[in-house]
């Protein structure tokens, strides 16, 4: 099955600088790429996706970028608030299976004022 | 968006007790939908997939017969813990994907403590 794999699993931002985190994925199937935002004891939130058929797309301070030769993809926080910290799930999917959902492991971002 | 919603929102049960927790698409069907358990400080983890009119897919390493999965309509689906112990005490999130975009939408989450 899929195996997604995400660095670094802590991240110390001075407010304004930029946040990268960055995820491997095992599965060249895998077809799907979305970066959940998860605060204590909530849901996660989606903040942005990305299809296999695009290798590049930004909302505002958040982008997300794809290599599919080399199967990672990160994501690109800048301008980085204190209201951005929290903890950040990347996942991978494919469609066919249904967008079962396979997480990295996380990484709590903390933006420092 | 699409809302998924969990209930209950949180849960004290004895150890060897049943709970139950619901999860309902509230304005759209969700043939499929997903249960997560996540422990402190760890990431999500798929434990099963409900698929309404039919039996739940387990993830590896899930028992089956400790987490009953039932998913009766296109806007419930339920997940059962038996003879909770201690260790089952966890966050348990569902999803289900909305109609249109193919989001995932994930419900509140039902943290249980079994003491």
């Known amino acids: 099955g899929e195996n997604v794999e995400q660095h670094p699993s802590t991240l110390s931002v001075q407010e304004g600088d930029s946040a990268v985190i960055k995820c491997t994925y095992s599965?060249?199937?895998?077809?799907?790429f979305p970066w959940y935002k998860q605060e204590l004891g909530k849901r996660p939130q989606l903040i942005i996706d990305?299809?296999?058929?695009?290798g590049e797309k930004k909302d505002q301070r958040i982008a997300v970028t794809l290599n599919k030769t080399a199967k990672h993809f990160s994501l690109h926080i800048t301008e980085t608030q204190p209201e951005d910290s929290a903890v950040y799930f990347c996942?991978?999917?494919?469609?066919?299976?249904?967008?079962?959902?396979?997480f990295g492991g996380g990484t709590r971002v903390l933006v420092k004022p | 968006g699409a809302v998924v919603s969990q209930h209950p929102s949180w849960v004290i049960c004895k150890s060897g007790t049943s709970v139950k927790i619901e999860c309902r698409s509230l304005?759209?069907?969700?043939?499929?939908m997903f249960w997560y358990r996540q422990f402190p400080k760890q990431s999500l983890m798929l434990m099963a997939t409900s698929n309404e009119g039919s039996k739940a897919t387990y993830e590896q390493g899930v028992e089956k017969d400790k987490f009953l999965i039932n998913h009766a309509s296109l806007t419930l689906s339920t997940l059962t813990v038996t003879s909770a112990h201690p260790e089952d005490s966890s966050f348990y999130i569902c999803s289900a994907t909305g109609p249109n975009t193919g989001e995932l939408f994930f419900g509140e989450g039902s943290r249980l403590t079994v003491l």
């Open positions: 990305i299809r296999s058929n695009v």
């Open positions: 996942a991978a999917s494919f469609k066919a299976a249904g967008n079962k959902l396979t």
């Open positions: 599965d060249s199937a895998s077809n799907y």
């Open positions: 304005d759209f069907q969700a043939t499929t």
